[in-house]
């Protein structure tokens, strides 16, 4: 099945906005049932007053070093949670350089 652009109107504004063939593989992908209703202005705008900008931040205790830290994230209990210096070492040991080389992903405090 070919996606094409489509045009829909926003319930907000009631400008037009394009549903790209892009947009709508990555709804497919995610199993996002329904249109967009909003354009991405109005989208922002919502997103805005709902205050969804902010991320809350988690304690967490680090699964290597014992450290207490912070995530902007909820952990999932399969999954070890990392301080900023030991998720660095972690990456690095998978993408099997050296912490600081080229290739290596960084954690935001």
């Known amino acids: 099945?070919?996606?094409?652009?489509?045009?829909?109107?926003?319930?907000?504004?009631?400008g037009e906005f394009a549903f790209t063939a892009g947009e709508q593989r990555f709804y497919m992908e995610r199993g996002l049932l329904n249109d967009p209703q909003r354009c991405p202005t109005c989208r922002a705008t919502k997103r805005r007053e709902r205050g969804?900008?902010?991320?809350?931040?988690?304690t967490v205790v680090c699964a290597s070093c014992g450290a207490q830290t912070t995530v902007p994230f909820v952990p999932r209990l399969d999954k070890p949670v990392y301080c900023n210096s030991c998720f660095v070492k972690a990456r690095a040991a998978t993408n099997g350089t050296e912490p600081g080389q080229s290739g290596t992903i960084t954690a935001t405090p």
């Open 1 to 14: 099945m070919a996606l094409e652009d489509r045009t829909l109107s926003c319930r907000d504004c009631g």
């Open 52 to 58: 969804d900008d902010q991320r809350a931040l988690t």
